[in-house]
């Protein structure tokens, strides 16, 4: 708890039938996230504290614990939050000014049809339940018994409700969307069930208040090949029902082989460059020998290529760098068994490892034994699940330290596989210790609220950084941090070396120039920032322009780059982290909007994904695509309808 909690009454909660299901103080969701009860007190989140989780306790009578924090923490929200806990807000829950809540007769309460078949759509999106349940004579009768009057809407009916509001919804993300400049988007395809779908979600950032904004834009059924121009036109087609296509300044993919060629031969842009590259190394003779054949097959490839570009029209890419980091960890670190003293090791821990894992996975009977000896149950790895291996053995220490390897000694005995010899014990503590920084890194890559494209460099930095120290100290997993480096330097190379990914973290003033010594890469991200900043300056007032052609032409003598130069040497020498002194710079402001608005990882369609992995169950195999996708879009964006 930040502050001990106050008596003060400042505001009574709202009632609440479950203390883990509604917020007791619903205008106060935006900024703290609802927890659950400890005592005579609520738990929160604050939400904008993400990505690191800081839990808050508040007595239940009053939230003046969650308004010190603002106070000490968000200071620029704190109209905010007096404007949710005003009088209006409160509204009149109270007779009297008393603490006593005033109870009404439930024959008093009375709703309008069009209200309640609100309450009912937001209950089977909200709750992700099959529309079969508005007939059901269980929910039917629970309806009636607080509003006899009312008539319960049938499946058809519900669907049409559901499919009205989702009209309504797309409309609404499409007016916020047209007011912001920059948009990024992620994407991917999911199967279930025998049936493949495309995810998009669109990221912005408020220029007025600076937080991050997240909405789902479809989960459509994709039939067929997934090859790379089905991809395109799938999201060419999304781009384009939500009229963003000119503002998405990238789209965060994975590393599929489809994806990757999609956007290598749509993106236009970006292949002057590429095409450059892949042709350096070709023999000077043999081009003149076949000069005139070459031409030729040239001219066709770019036609070709000139009309696959007119035919759709994708952003800049990037390539996740969580799932980078994913392959990094048990892809490359394989080739540290290239070592015979680390593979002997690593292979005879890891397979007391697997032994206890799947004894827990496969029997019932020996989970009830770890459980009931280690309090803790054994987290098992999942292949595609980042992070599950360290996350795993992980476990396996917290029990060994908080109960022992006596504990460890009677479950191995009691489940008949061998015990870690001391030696293997201590090579699981250095794997541990060396995965940690990864574990981490890739942890923060993957978050949403408060994660920009700013922060990927600095963090592949600095985690490099980190396995240089582990190097010297560790006893076992040398081998290890080599192929991690190794993997790093290979996987992430390009990126590290990106201007447009060096200026981005630049113009955060969390990072600015502190991220590194490394004078070479500072001066790549510092000639980038100079160059995009004369040719995409500040916004100016409507109606402003040049007189004439010649004004217009000589622009850049009227003192445009003295002025942006002055802005950036203003930014740079300013030490203050919070992104609201970018508004002090608005030249500044506006490229780090720009290049901050993508997200460095395309986790959010992942979750995407996990929230629909609910609706589209194994009972519910029939739901049509539509459906489908209008009560994800739905629930994901609750606040746009």
């Known amino acids: 708890m930040d502050e001990e909690p106050t008596t003060s009454t400042e505001l009574e909660p709202v009632p609440c039938s479950s203390d883990s299901e509604r917020h007791p103080w619903p205008y106060l969701s935006k900024l703290f996230e609802f927890k659950g009860s400890k005592n005579d007190s609520w738990r929160f989140q604050c939400v904008k504290c993400l990505p690191q989780r800081k839990e808050l306790l508040a007595f239940k009578n009053s939230p003046s614990n969650l ?5 000490r923490k968000h200071r620029p929200l704190l109209k905010e939050y007096l404007a949710a806990t005003s009088s209006k807000k409160k509204g009149t829950l109270f007779a009297d000014g008393g603490s006593s809540i005033k109870q009404r007769k439930l024959e008093d309460i009375k709703a309008s049809q069009k209200t309640i078949d609100l309450a009912v759509v937001n209950f089977i999106v909200q709750g992700l339940h099959p529309f079969g349940v508005v007939e059901q004579t269980g929910f039917v009768d629970l309806i009636h018994c607080t509003q006899p009057d009312y008539t319960v809407m049938s499946r058809t009916t519900l669907r049409e409700r559901i499919d009205k509001c989702t009209k309504q919804m797309k409309e609404k993300l499409k007016n916020a969307m047209q007011t912001v400049k920059y948009i990024a988007t992620t994407t991917d395809c999911w199967t279930a069930h025998r049936e493949s ?3 998009v979600t669109a990221h912005w950032i408020e220029p007025d208040t600076l937080e ?13 090949t997934h090859s790379y121009d089905v991809l395109a036109s799938a999201l060419n087609d999304i781009h384009s029902e939500y009229n963003i296509r000119e503002k998405i300044v990238r789209t965060t993919t994975d590393n599929a082989s489809n994806f990757i060629k999609a956007f290598r031969v749509y993106a236009c842009e970006d292949e002057g460059s590429s095409t450059e590259d892949e042709s350096k190394g070709v023999n000077d003779s043999e081009e003149e020998d076949a000069e005139e054949e070459t031409e030729g097959v040239e001219v066709e490839a770019l036609m070709e290529e000139e009309d696959e570009c007119s035919e759709y029209q994708l952003p800049k890419h990037h390539r996740c760098a969580c799932h ?3 392959l990094i960890s048990p892809v ?4 540290a068994e290239s070592n015979v003293m680390y593979k002997k090791i690593s292979r005879a821990a890891f397979a007391k490892c697997s032994a206890l894992w799947n004894k827990s996975a496969r029997s019932s009977t020996a989970a009830e034994v770890i ?3 280690c309090k803790l149950q054994l987290i098992r790895p999942v292949e595609t699940r980042w992070n599950s291996l360290f996350l795993a053995v992980e476990r396996i220490l917290r029990i060994i330290r908080e109960s022992g390897e006596g504990v460890v000694r009677a479950v191995t005995i009691a489940l008949k596989v061998p015990m870690f010899s001391p030696a293997e014990l201590a090579f699981l503590s250095d794997y541990a210790s060396t995965m940690n920084p990864v574990s981490k890194a890739l942890n923060i890559l993957q978050g949403e609220v408060d994660v920009h494209m700013g922060w990927l460099v600095p963090t592949i930095t600095l985690l490099t950084v980190k396995l240089d120290r582990l190097q010297t100290s560790s006893k076992f997993c040398q081998p290890l941090i080599s192929a991690l480096q190794e993997g790093i330097q290979q996987r992430f190379g390009k990126m590290m070396n990106d201007p447009e990914l060096i ?4 113009l955060l003033p969390k990072f600015r120039t502190s991220w590194t010594s490394n004078e070479n890469l500072l001066k790549l991200g510092m000639d980038y920032i100079k160059t995009h900043m004369e040719e995409e300056p500040a916004l100016s007032s409507p109606g402003s322009h040049s007189g004439s052609e010649e004004e217009d032409f000589f622009g850049l003598m009227k003192g445009n780059v003295h002025e942006t130069t002055k802005q950036l040497d203003a930014y740079l020498a300013n030490t203050s982290t919070s992104m609201d002194i970018l508004k002090s710079v608005p030249t500044v402001f506006n490229l780090s909007l720009k290049l901050n608005t993508p997200l460095p990882a395309s986790a959010a ?3 995407m994904f996990s929230t629909a992995g609910h609706i589209f169950s194994a009972k519910r195999g029939r739901l049509g695509s539509k459906s489908f996708e209008n009560q994800i879009l739905l629930k994901l964006n609750k606040n746009y309808w």
């Open 67 to 71: 308004k010190k924090h603002i106070e």
């Open 197 to 199: 779908f495309i995810g």
């Open 212 to 224: 991050r904004k997240s909405v789902a834009l479809a989960c459509k059924r994709l039939k067929g």
């Open 324 to 326: 980078i980091l994913n």
């Open 332 to 335: 490359d670190a394989r080739k």
């Open 371 to 373: 459980e009931r000896e």
């Open 503 to 506: 200026s981005a973290a630049i």
């Open 605 to 607: 369609c992942e979750r």
